[in-house]
């Protein structure tokens, strides 16, 4: 089965910066589109940022557009979530998703915690 880990998360100061990692496994990477997601305690998991397949990145509807970035690494099997001028709003647990581009199946990792705090 396809599996997703998470990795990078971790204590940061307000306005600091992070970079987050996302390791798929089991499948063929390159037949994925990838999206990270994160959720504050038991609020609604929102959308940070999605990357094709193809390699292109997509911001539309992102609540940090302008304040992250999303990258793929295919030699890797890894996409990577950059984020910079952190505020404690950012804090949450932050999730990969892999979505297959015929649209099924989905698989989610467990998570990795971003924390935003002086």
């Known amino acids: 089965q396809v599996q997703l880990v998470e990795s990078g998360g971790g204590l940061v100061q307000p306005g600091g910066s992070l970079r987050l990692s996302c390791v798929v496994s089991g499948g063929v990477f390159g037949d994925f589109h990838v999206a990270w997601y994160r959720q504050a305690g038991e609020n609604a998991r929102e959308l940070v940022a999605r990357i094709r397949n193809s390699g292109i990145g997509i911001y539309e509807d992102s609540v940090v557009k302008g304040r992250g970035t999303i990258s793929r690494d295919d030699a890797k099997n890894t996409v990577y979530l950059r984020m910079w001028n952190l505020e404690p709003e950012d804090t949450a647990v932050y999730y990969c998703?892999?979505?297959?581009?015929?649209?099924?199946?989905?698989?989610w990792g467990q998570g990795t915690q971003v924390t935003v705090s002086s």
């Open positions: 998703r892999a979505d297959h581009y015929r649209g099924t199946p989905t698989y």
